[in-house]
C-alpha cells in the first residue's frame, strides 16, 4: 500500500514570503524535527534509556583506554588490530550495502521502492558514524586523528589507502546526510522534492558506496606483509558480503517502522531486497569456499592462518570456534532465504536476516582481521582475544548507531505519515497558518 497523501490540509497553504530566510527556515525543520523524533511512547523511551545507557558504559571504557593506554585491550605489536577494526569493516559493509535500495528504485523506476529508499540511506548514515567511531577508538588518543586529514596529517597520501578509507567513507556520509535531509525538508514544506537537487546525488551515492567497500578491501590486500589478506577475490566477497548485510539490516528496520509506527507500505520492497540476498549470499559463499580451496590445496604461506582459524595451530585454536560458528549461521541463513516461508512468514525472514547479519560480521570481522596477523611475520602464533573494554566500547559504539538510527526512522515515519498524538507543520515563518493545517501532504518521490 503506498503512501501518498495523508491528510488534506482544511486550507491550501499560502507561498512562503519572499523575503523569508531559507536559514531560518531549515533552522526551524531541526527544531521541530528534534522534538519529533525524541517524542514517543514509553516503549520508545525504554529503549532510546537502553541505547543511550550503553552508550555511556562505552564512552566510560574508552575514557579509561585513553587514561591508560592501549594497554588495556589485548592488541599486541603481533596483532595491532582487533575488535575495533573488525567492527570498523563490517560497519562500512552496512553503509554501502544501503544502495541495494537505491539501485531498484533509482535505475530501474521500483515505484514501491522509492518510498522506502529513506530508509536505507539512514542505515547507512548510522553505520558510517559508526565505522568512523571504529576507526577513532583504534588510534589509542583522539589527538592522532588529525593525521588522517589530508594535506594536514603525516598519513602519506595519496598513497594511504587508510587515508583514502576516511575520504570516502566522511564523503559518503555527506552525501547521505544532504539526501536525507532535503527529502525530510521538502516534505516538512509540503513540497514535492525537485529532482535536481538530490536526483544526482543518488546516483552519486551509488558510485560512492561500491568504492568505499572496495577501498577497505584494498586496506587488507594492499599490505604484502600479510599473506592471508593478498587475494583478488577480496574486494568482489566484501561487496557480496555486505549487499547481504546491508539489505538484511534494511529488513529488520523496516519490520520494526511495521510493527511501532504508522509508516505502512508494500511487502514488495522486502520481497527485492531478499532476492538480492539470495544472489548475493550464493556469490559470497562461493567465493569463500573457493579461497578455502585455495588455500588449503595448494598449502603454502597464505595457509598458515587458514589453518589457525579453521583447525588451530601447535595447540592455539581461540578463532576456531568463532569461524565455524559464521560458517553454521551464513549457511543456514542462506538456506532460509530460499524457502517459500522468507517472503510469506515475518518471523522466518527476521531469523534469516540476524543469522546473516551476525555471521557475515563474524566472517568479515574475527575471522578476516585477527587471523591476517596469525602467525606473525616471525612465525609465532600470539593469539588475540577482545579484553572487557574492547567489548564495551564496541556495543557503546552500536548503542549510539542504533540510537542515531532510531531517531532518524522516528522522525522518517513522523514526516511521511499522519500521527494523530503530533503532527508536524510548518512553521510561522515558512507562510503557513498552523491553526488550518492538520497535515502535511506526503507525495510520493519521482
Known amino acids: 500500500m503506498g503512501v ?12 512562503a514570503p519572499q523575503n523569508t530566510s531559507v536559514v531560518l527556515n531549515y533552522l526551524g525543520f531541526l527544531r521541530r524535527a528534534t522534538g519529533v523524533a525524541t517524542d514517543g511512547k514509553w516503549y520508545f523511551y525504554v529503549w532510546m534509556i537502553i541505547m543511550f545507557g550503553i552508550a555511556l558504559v562505552g564512552a566510560n571504557a574508552w575514557a579509561q583506554q585513553v587514561r591508560d593506554g592501549m594497554i588495556v585491550t589485548n592488541m599486541s605489536d603481533h596483532v595491532s588490530w582487533g ?13 554501502a550495502g544501503g544502495v541495494m535500495m537505491v539501485i531498484p528504485a533509482y535505475l530501474y523506476d521500483d515505484e514501491e521502492m522509492h518510498q522506502v529508499v529513506i530508509i536505507g540511506e539512514a542505515v547507512a548514515i548510522a553505520a558510517i558514524l559508526m565505522s568512523t567511531l571504529s576507526v577513532v577508538v583504534d588510534l589509542g588518543r583522539p589527538d592522532r586523528f588529525w593525521h588522517l586529514i589530508p594535506g ?7 598513497l594511504s589507502m587508510l587515508t583514502w578509507d576516511i575520504i570516502v567513507l566522511n564523503g559518503y556520509l555527506l552525501i547521505n546526510l544532504h539526501i536525507v535531509g532535503y527529502l525530510l525538508y521538502m516534505r516538512y514544506l509540503g513540497r514535492k522534492p525537485n529532482p535536481k537537487w538530490y536526483v544526482p546525488f543518488v546516483f552519486l551515492s ?12 584494498f586496506l587488507y590486500c594492499g599490505l604484502g606483509g600479510r599473506p592471508f589478506w593478498n587475494t583478488a577475490l577480496l574486494a568482489p566477497r566484501f561487496l557480496a558480503s555486505a549487499f547481504v548485510s546491508g539489505p538484511a539490516f534494511i529488513i529488520l528496520s523496516m519490520r520494526v517502522m511495521r510493527l511501532l509506527t504508522d509508516f505502512h507500505f508494500s511487502p514488495k520492497p522486502a520481497n527485492t531486497l531478499i532476492r538480492i540476498i539470495r544472489v548475493s549470499m550464493c556469490v559470497n559463499l562461493l567465493m569463500l569456499f573457493s579461497e578455502i580451496f585455495t588455500l588449503f590445496y595448494t598449502g603454502g604461506t597464505h595457509a598458515s592462518s587458514a589453518q589457525y582459524l579453521f583447525f588451530g595451530s601447535h595447540g592455539a585454536n581461540g578463532l576456531v570456534p568463532w569461524m565455524w560458528t559464521s560458517m553454521f549461521l551464513n549457511i543456514v541463513g542462506a538456506c532460509l532465504f530460499f524457502t517459500p516461508a ?10 534469516a536476516c540476524l543469522f546473516c547479519i551476525v555471521g557475515i560480521w563474524i566472517e568479515k570481522g574475527m575471522g578476516l582481521i585477527i587471523p591476517g596477523f596469525i602467525p606473525s ?22 548503542a549510539f548507531g542504533l540510537l542515531v538510527l532510531t ?4 522522525l522518517i515515519a513522523s514526516v511521511f505519515t499522519y500521527d494523530s498524538s503530533r503532527t508536524i507543520t510548518t512553521e510561522q515563518n515558512a507562510g503557513l497558518d498552523e491553526t488550518n493545517i492538520k497535515s502535511i501532504p506526503v507525495e510520493t518521490i519521482s
Open 4 to 15: 501518498h497523501t495523508v491528510v488534506e490540509a482544511q486550507n491550501p497553504p499560502s507561498p
Open 83 to 95: 575488535l575495533y577494526i573488525a567492527n570498523f569493516t563490517f560497519c562500512v559493509g552496512l553503509a
Open 152 to 158: 594536514i596529517g603525516k598519513f602519506n597520501w595519496p
Open 206 to 217: 551509488i558510485f560512492w558506496a561500491i568504492s568505499i567497500h572496495t577501498i577497505t578491501a
Open 342 to 351: 522468507a517472503l510469506r512468514r515475518e518471523n522466518t525472514r527476521i531469523v
Open 377 to 398: 611475520t616471525l612465525h609465532e602464533v600470539v593469539e588475540y582475544s577482545p579484553s572487557i573494554i574492547e567489548w564495551k566500547v564496541t556495543a557503546g559504539i552500536w
Open 407 to 410: 531517531l532518524l526512522l522516528k
